[in-house]
Structures are given as C-alpha cells and as structure tokens.
C-alpha cells in the first residue's frame, strides 16, 4: 500500500512539473512571438489562473504592437473576465483601428461592474468624440458611483463640445449629495477640458470653466486650483479680483491670490501690483507683510519697477514685521533695478534689516552701473547725510570695492572719529592694491590703538600675494619714520614668509624697533616659519646682554617647540639648547611645558634627564608623570608589564616603567610619588 501511495504522488509531481515547464515554454515563446495567430491562440479561452493572467498579459502587450482586426473578438471575449479585463484593454487601447471603439462602446453597454468602469476609461483614453453620445446613454441608467466617476473622468478626457456641455450641467446638480470621489472625478474632468483649452491658447474659455469648479460645491483643494488657474488665464482682468480675494476672510483664497502674484506675464504682473499698490492700505497687518513677501519673488522688472517705490515707502513702516519684509524684498531686486534710485532713511531708527538690505541693492547697483561711483569725493560721501546713511554709503564701497574711492577715505580716515573713522578704515583695507598701500600708511597716521591698525593692516594683506605683499610692506617700513615703521611691523606678522621674518629680523637689530620686532618675533603663527623664527629668537638670546631681550628670545624660542608641529628629535633638541643657553632659571624651566605636551614615552626619559639638577627634579618628574598619566588614558587597555609582541611598545613600556620608578626614587613631591606609583 504504501508503495502504490508513493508511486501515486511521484506521477502528481510529474505531471504537474511537466505543466509548469509547458507553461515556462509558453511563456517564452510568447515573449517574443510577432506570430498573430499564435497570440490570439493563447488568449483565446484562456483561464484566470495565475499562469493564465501571466501568459494573458504577456501575449496582450505583444498584440498591442502586432495585432490587427483580426485580435479584436478574441480580446473583446476577455473583457467581462476581471482578471483579464486590464490585459484586454491594455492592446484595445493601443490599436488604431476604428473597429476598436465600436467594439469597446458595445462592450460598454453589456458589461457592469469593475469590467465596465475600467472599458469606459479605455474609451476617454481613447478619446474620440463620437464615444460621447453612449457614456451619456450609460450615465443616464447607471447610479453607480464608480460608473459615475469614471464616465466624468472620459469625458474630461475626450473634452469634446457636447462633453463639456454634459460635466457643466452635473456640476449644477447638488453636488452635497454626490458620492465624494464621483464629485472629485467631476471637478478634476472639468479641469482638464480646461486645461486642454489653455494648450490650444484659447484662455478665456479655460478661465469661464475655472470659474464653474471655483463657484460650485467641489472639494477645496480643486476650487482653490480652479481659482488660482481663472486668475492667471484672465491675466491682467485679474488685478480687481485679486485684491477682493486678499481682502476676503477665506485665508486659503488669499493665499492662492498671493501665489498667482508671482506666476503672470510681465504686463499682468505690473498691473496687477499696481492694483496692489494703490489698494494696499485696506490690507489688514498680516496680509500687508505677505502682499510685500510676494513682492520679493516678482520675476518681472516691469513689476519691480512698480512695486519698488512702495516698498521703499515702507522701509521704516512701524510694523517689525512689515520693515523686516520690506528689507529682505529690495535685497532681492538688487541687480534687476540698475537706475532705481538709493533709498535714503528718513526720521526713523535704520533697522539691521533695513540696513543689509540698502547695503545689498547699493552694491549690486555699483557693479552694475560702477561710473556713477568712479569719481567719488569725501563730500560725495558725507556730505548732507547723516551717519547712519553716512555709515551705509562707506560699507557699499567696501563691499563693491570701488577702488577709485581709495583717497576719499583716507580723508574721512584723517578728519573723522569714531564709527566713520573705524568704517573709513576698513573700506580701506578692502580695496587697496600693492600701488596704493601707501594709503592705508596714510589713513592710520595718529592711529593709538595698536589692536585695530593690527586689524586693519592684516584685512588688507592676507588677501594680497604673500611674498609680493611681504616685499611691499618691507618697502614702506624702510622709508617710514620710527612711528610708522611700529605699526607696520604687526602687518609683517600677519603676512608671514621670509621676506616678512627677514624685515623683522633685521628691526631685531635696531635699538629703536627691537623691542616691538621681538614683541612681534613671540606671536609670529605661520607654521612653515616655524624654524626660521626660531633660530631668530636663538640668535637674539644667545647675542644679547640685555637681560629682557636675552629672555624674550628665549622664551620665543621655547613657544617655537611648544607649540609648532615638529618632530620629536626636534623639539628634545631645543629643549636642551633652552636649557643650556638661558640665564635665568625661571627661563630654564620653561622647558617642562614643552615636554608636557609630548605624550609619548621617549619623553619621560628625556624630562627625566632633568631630574639630576636638585632645583629641577620636581618639575621634571612632574613632567614625566603627566605624559605618562596622559599616555594611560588614551592606553587604558595597554598592560605596561605584560609582554606585547609589538617589539616598539614593548620598548616604549620598559621606557614607562623605569621613568616611574625613577619618579618614585626622586621625587620628593607625595603626590607625584603616589601618582607614578598608582600607575605602575
């Protein structure tokens, strides 16, 4: 028994591999068949199996390309079969032939259902005209929604004369009691026509239909499209309704009045921001702030023109919120409007707002139009303004680098003070060239405050050519008097290079500039530098019996180590030379902070050589105990007396281990002899 049973179930399985490879080959073969015949072969009485659906669609999309009259019975026959009704449609839908659509419009009269909604809207993408006639004969006997909605959505899709007729005559009806989606596919049907009718230029009757879907009971979103497309179809009929729409309570309304603001043509945009304009008082404040918010996204000049003087008009309006619009709105006309004239703050408070933007639409207006600035006077500047506007004028000319206004400013530089001085100033360091350094020279002679000509030299010559710039200043520090000569010698720093440490060098060696050049020597921070000022300051500490300058050069030699990238041998090596050369023994210790910042052990050997002075032992095994604390923390996993295998760790570990032993034999600190315990 049980083998028959086996025997009985190895013949099912046989069987039913033999049908998947039969249906695999079918498959295949339909894949790429162009044979017409065989196609129709496949789909005719074909199942709704799984494989069946497959090989349907299959064999349905070749038919689409290869099929002729011929096809049309046996894709008609799948039809009413929900599962083959798509596959069906798919190639009915592809084919020219007239034969097509009364086969479809026969259909359509017998089928219901899914099978039906889904051959109606094969007939609107089909879209012929004389479809028409039998979707309203269906529309007239079906109350179903779906049949409903699918015969607006054809109809929207044909978009003949007697279909527009039929979707303005539903919208008539009480669309309350309409099922939702059906009401939807209505109003989306009555867009579409519209929007066929924009395609083909004829915008006024695609404006009348966007007024049914915006006058009638249809969802919001699509009375707010029909509103939003009516206005921009009339364009420039649209200004009156416009301004009734922003004035209404509906705030979606008026945001969609506000978003076709941007979207007109040239000549209806003007004229509607003119409409704007004139009516702009009526707004309440919120609507007023976003009326000025559309106003900064006009794309056309011929609507900035018009809108820009109200907007001027507005720049110190006593609403926040409208000053702060205002503002950001010129920024964005800065550049479209090169003849507009520059606003002037009159009687109020210039705001940050206010202010960047009458400096962004002054710049964009130098660039553009750069001979109305070419010639520019102090009295151009200064003159009948006060020093807000005084202040503004300055920073344009920064900004948009208008060199020709370089001895103005040294004029405004020499007889002012203050904030006019200080903007003077940095006007200045903005648009001098390598010709023209003399006029920074100029504008800061009386200058006291060594942190701003330190700023205001530096602004101008980190962004000239380093060596060219280095040459230039080395020049005018040359030929200038002792006063000048000391604020020039911070720009060298600032400058960096050899030319510059050269000039400096060399005041190093004059009574009257050492002490700043040495100053100068102690903050000098270009990297690649980093050697040079060091053997500077050796030189300076080995050289000079003044005990100030002989410690200044070492401590500038010291901060070289400490705080410049160089290698370990380096630094140990300038360590030792400090060490040896200074004089003082405060100087001597400055080393231990050098090598507290070495977290590597050949460094607590090398601090522990220290320790043989008795006046340096303690602040060496102090330094030997922060390195290897610091070494330990960033190793907590390293375990100092276990062999590794890592033939440099382990090298470093006995180096750990001995410098802590030494530190706890040394030291007579109880805290640096616990902590050098604890960590070994």
Known sequence: MRNKAFFALLTCAFVALAASVANAQSWQELQTSTDEAALIQAITNIGDAPEDIHNGNVACKRLAVYGTDAAIP?????????????????????????AVDAALLKAA????GACLVGVIDTIGVRGKADSFATLKEIADANDDPAVQKAIYAACGMIASPEAEAFLVEESKKDLGAMEYYARKALGDAILDVADNYEKTGQLDKAAALDDVVAAAAFPKYEKEAGIYRSLINKGADSAAKVVELLQGDDGPVSDVALKSIREFDAAASAKVVAALVENFDKFDAVRKVRVVRAFENLKADDAKAVAFPKLTSLANADDVALRAAVAKALVSYAGSLENAAFTRVDGKECNDALRNAKIALGVALAKAKPALFENMQASAL????????????????????IKSAGPALVKIANERQGALRDAALSALSEIVELDDLQLLVDALN????????????????TRLPREECAAKVADLFAKSDLEQQLKILPLL????????????????????????????????????????????????AQQSNDAKYHSRGIRGYVRVARQFELPLATKIEMCKTAFNTARRPEDKALIFEVFKRLNVAENVAAALEYAQYPEYKEAACEAAVVVAEKIRTSQPDWKWNEKSGDEAKDASAKILIDGMKKVVETTDNADLKARAQKLL
């Open 382 to 401: 200064l003159d009948d303004m006060d020093e807000t506007d005084a202040l503004i004028q300055l920073k344009i000319v920064e900004l948009a680098r």
């Open 109 to 112: 009269k017998e089928l219901k």
């Open 74 to 98: 046996a894709l008609v026959a799948l039809l009413p079969n929900e599962k083959q009704n798509f596959n069906a449609r798919f190639a009915l839908e592809a084919m020219p032939s007239e």
């Open 493 to 540: 720093k600032q400058i960096g290079g050899k030319t510059a440490l050269d000039a400096v060098a060399a005041a190093c060696n004059k009574a009257d500039t050492i002490d700043k050049a040495t100053q100068i020597l102690g903050e000098w921070n270009t990297p690649e530098d980093a050697q040079a000022v060091a053997a500077i300051c050796l030189a300076i």
């Open 446 to 461: 009386g200058e006291t405050d060594d942190a701003k000509v330190d700023w205001i030299l530096r602004a101008a010559c």
